[in-house]
Every structure is written in C-alpha cells, then in structure tokens.
C-alpha cells in the first residue's frame, strides 16, 4: 500500500512560479513510475509529467519548457516546479504512483491540491 499526499498549491498570478510536493510513504518506493496529473472543473484528468524510476522525464507538451519534474527516492518525495504558469494551468494536481510488477498493476492516487492562476 502507498499512500500520497500533495503540498504546495495556491492561487499565484500569471508569470509566476509554484512548487508542488508530494511526499510518498510505502513500500518498493523505488520502483514506482511517479507521475502529476491535473483535472480542470468539466475537464478529464490529465497527465502533465511523469518520472521513471530511472529518473526519466516525460511531459505534457503544453507544459513543456516551463514544468519540471523530480524525485528524491531517500526522501521518499516527488516535485513539480512549475514556471511561467498561465491561467490555463489552473486545475486540481494529483499526485500519482504507479508499478506493473509480477502480473499486478499498483495505482495510487493523491487528494489534491488546487493550484489556481489568475490576475
């Protein structure tokens, strides 16, 4: 069982930055794909980037060049440094831990945190 749990967001204005947190307790925290969604009211969610265990980076391409992603396996925490945000970037951001491991798919999924950008 993992369990995930967001920090960081907030209402900022166009141009400026925020830093989500989403610290992770569990086991085989390694081996999880760690990953960020986001869900805007009337919208699906979304995935805006995702890491390997590896440390590899993958992103949306709206958010490409402005949004970073990261890990800290000791700390047991996954980031996402958001720059420049637009106010289409306001939504609910989902912190989420994935692991396909011996014929079993391992899902977990954060409460959220609202990040809202706006004049």
């Known amino acids: 069982q993992v369990q995930l749990v967001e920090s960081g967001g907030g209402l900022v204005q166009p141009g400026e930055s925020l830093r989500l947190s989403c610290a992770a307790s569990?086991?085989?925290?390694?081996?999880?794909?760690m990953s960020w969604y986001r869900q805007a009211p009337g919208n699906q969610r979304d995935l805006v980037a995702g890491?390997?265990?590896?440390?590899?980076?993958n992103y949306a391409n709206s958010v490409k060049g402005r949004f970073t992603i990261s890990r800290d396996n000791a700390k047991k925490e996954v980031y996402l440094q958001m720059n420049s945000l637009k106010p289409e970037d306001t939504a609910v951001y989902y912190c989420?831990?994935?692991?396909?491991?011996?014929?079993?798919?391992?899902?977990?999924w954060g409460q959220g945190t609202q990040v809202t950008v706006s004049s």
């Open positions: 569990g086991s085989l925290l390694v081996m999880y794909t």
């Open positions: 989420n831990a994935e692991l396909y491991l011996f014929g079993v798919l391992r899902n977990y």
């Open positions: 890491i390997s265990r590896d440390g590899i980076p």
